[in-house]
């Protein structure tokens, strides 16, 4: 589904960030991206989302790049990024129907998959509302409905507890599974590493724009030659030395 290849990448050809970086992301399966403030974790994604343009390597969605066909490319990719963006002249309810125009979906479909949001983050009182007026976790909750109102064949997502109650972390937990069974390719950001270790079916660890360890935890573990590790241990580990 998402494919990564020799990624190299950052905000100037002369400083790369990120360095040869491989991975892929299949269908129903959750890839956890962790790693230190600086680690490349949020230079990655925007290299594969098109917000900055790889010195080299290339970003795949089943086969196809964003240069051969940007329209195919953005309409299977979903992002939820870390600070809220948003219009402030829009209401909630006119975010998620400017979604559903922007990604052409069924009317009637969108319909029914926004009333379901709504419910599940509980912010049917405030869909006349403007984000201006909302706590941070209310504006991230109009990212995550907008994301899983399209519900992409690959969802990206960016430190996305931040903010959250207990209440919208399970909504947002219960998405995400539910998008997997339905065959959603997920690739997360995330420092809250016991529920990544929980959710994911594997991980990157990022360390200086590199990828040090990789796959399952019990593949990392191998990798490491910790066999008892938590994730935790890993990352510390890794984290804490040189590349």
Request: aromatic share 6%; net charge negative; glycine share 6%.
């Amino acid at each position: 589904m998402l494919q990564v290849e020799n990624l190299s990448g950052g905000y100037a050809r002369s400083h790369p960030v990120i360095h040869n970086i491989s991975f892929e992301v299949q269908p129903s399966e959750m890839v956890g991206l962790i790693g230190l403030n600086g680690a490349g974790k949020s230079t990655t994604i925007k290299n594969i989302l098109g917000l900055l343009h790889p010195h080299q390597g290339t970003v795949q969605i089943n086969g196809k790049t964003l240069e051969q066909d940007p329209t195919d490319f953005r309409s299977k990719i979903s992002y939820i990024p870390e600070i809220p963006q948003f219009y402030e002249e829009l209401t909630l309810d006119e975010h998620l129907q400017l979604t559903t125009k922007a990604y052409r979906l069924d009317p009637q479909v969108a319909k029914q998959r926004k009333e379901d949001l709504l419910e599940a983050f509980r912010m049917k009182k405030a869909r006349k509302w403007f984000p201006g007026t909302f706590s941070k976790g209310m504006q991230q909750k109009i990212m995550i409905m907008s994301a899983f109102l399209v519900q992409p064949s690959v969802l990206i997502i960016d430190e996305p507890f931040v903010g959250l109650d207990p209440l919208a972390i399970q909504a947002l937990l219960d998405l995400l599974q539910s998008g997997k069974n339905q065959g959603m390719a997920i690739l997360m950001s995330t420092h809250i590493l016991e529920m990544a270790e929980k959710y994911c079916d594997r991980f990157l660890l990022l360390h200086e724009g590199h990828i040090q360890l990789h796959g399952s935890l019990t593949e990392m573990r191998k990798q490491a030659n910790r066999p008892h590790a938590t994730l935790e241990d890993l990352f510390i580990e890794t984290a804490g030395s040189d590349t």
